[in-house]
């Protein structure tokens, strides 16, 4: 009779185990990074952002305004309510590849993370065929 009882424990904590680690098989692929943004500067082909990486230094990166103008494109704008939310930028992959990526911004265009690019200066050539964002870690 114990060899019964220890037999159905037994069964019984294997297929729980089994049913606890197939939950987890549909998973999703999709992981994505977040970063501060220092500043966000307008250009008439885009957006280049100032960011902080992992390590804390200052990078950049440039996002065509194409990618932010069709629905399920590469790009999405999402600004902030009132309050003290520091604008991110957070950058989606599936599988590996990049996906897309979503700027969380102020509203208010005075805010201090935004800038203009000056006319005189030609970024042009960095908004030039991009297919995915250029990150520094």
Do not use: C
């Amino acid at each position: 009779m114990k060899k019964i009882i220890v037999f159905a424990v037994l069964a019984v904590v294997l297929l729980g185990t089994f049913a606890y680690a197939q939950q987890f098989t549909n998973e999703s692929n999709f992981y994505y990074f977040s970063y501060p943004i220092e500043k966000v500067y307008v250009h008439r082909l885009g957006y280049m952002v100032v960011y902080r990486g992992n390590s804390n230094r200052m990078s950049r990166t440039f996002i065509p305004h194409e990618w932010f103008t069709e629905m399920g494109g590469k790009g999405e704008i999402a600004y902030l309510g009132a309050g003290n939310e520091w604008p991110t930028m957070t950058v989606y992959y599936n599988n590996g590849d990049f996906s897309h990526v979503r700027l969380r911004l102020r509203r208010e265009r005075s805010h201090e993370t935004w800038g203009i690019v000056p006319q005189t200066t030609n970024l042009d050539e960095y908004f030039k065929d991009i297919e995915e964002l250029n990150l520094q870690y």
